[in-house]
Nanobody, 116 residues
C-alpha cells in the first residue's frame, strides 16, 4: 500500500532554513508527480509546491517562490522541500501528497515552527 513518511521538521528562527524529506513506498515513485502542502492552525491546507515525475518541472505557490525548492531523487523514492528565509507565517504542518488516479494519499505530516 502507498506510504508517505515526512521528516525534517522542527523549530527554526526567522530567516533560517530547513529541508523536509518525504520517503515514499508502495507505488512506482518515478511515474508520479509529487506535491507538498501545508496547513497552519485554523487555516485550510494549501499547496506549496509540485514536482513532475521526472523532476524536470516544478511549480510553487506565489508566497514560496524564490524561498522554497522542491526536488526529488527517484533512486531513493524521496521528495524534498528545501525552505530558506523562513518566516513566522511559514509555521504549519507540512504534508507530502500523491495523487494517483482519483485518490489522494497523504503522509502524517511534519511540524515546522518558525519563531524566535
Amino acid at each position: 500500500q502507498v506510504q508517505l513518511v515526512e521528516s525534517g521538521g522542527g523549530l527554526v528562527q526567522p530567516g533560517g532554513s530547513l529541508r523536509l524529506s518525504c520517503r515514499a513506498s508502495g507505488f512506482t515513485f518515478s511515474s508520479f508527480a509529487m506535491k507538498w502542502y501545508r496547513q497552519a492552525p485554523g487555516k485550510e491546507r494549501e499547496l506549496v509546491a509540485t514536482i513532475a515525475a521526472a523532476g524536470t518541472s516544478t511549480n510553487y505557490a506565489d508566497s514560496m517562490k524564490g524561498r522554497f525548492t522542491i526536488s526529488r531523487d527517484n533512486t531513493k523514492n524521496t521528495v524534498y522541500l528545501q525552505m530558506n528565509s523562513l518566516k513566522p507565517e511559514d509555521t504549519a504542518v507540512y504534508y507530502c501528497n500523491l495523487r494517483k488516479g482519483s485518490l489522494d494519499y497523504w503522509g502524517r505530516g511534519t511540524q515546522v515552527t518558525v519563531s524566535s
